[in-house]
């Protein structure tokens, strides 16, 4: 299990090979265990945390938003 929502959130988008939205990226956290928790809004939290992190990090955050909602790893993992 990853240690935060963040890590969670780039392993999701790593494993795919399309952009995802925001709420498709919460069901694969929850759904493979990569993260756990109470909260009754996981797919909120994981939006504020992508949006966040293009807002505060700018060039440094590993996110981008590729259409409303719809997120993507700035430097994708390379095909094996």
């Known amino acids: 299990m990853e240690k935060s929502w ?3 959130i780039k392993r999701v ?3 795919s090979e399309i952009p995802l939205r925001y709420t498709e990226i919460s069901e694969q956290i929850l759904s493979r265990g990569y993260y756990e928790t ?3 809004t996981p797919a ?3 939006n ?3 949006t966040s992190s293009i807002k505060h990090d ?7 938003r590729v259409s409303k ?12």
């Open 13 to 15: 988008l790593a494993e």
């Open 69 to 80: 909602g719809i997120f993507t790893l700035k430097n994708p993992p390379a095909a094996i």
């Open 58 to 64: 700018g060039e440094k955050s590993p996110f981008m």
């Open 48 to 50: 504020a945390q992508l």
């Open 38 to 40: 109470d909260g009754a």
């Open 44 to 46: 909120a939290t994981v």
């Open 6 to 8: 963040k890590e969670a």
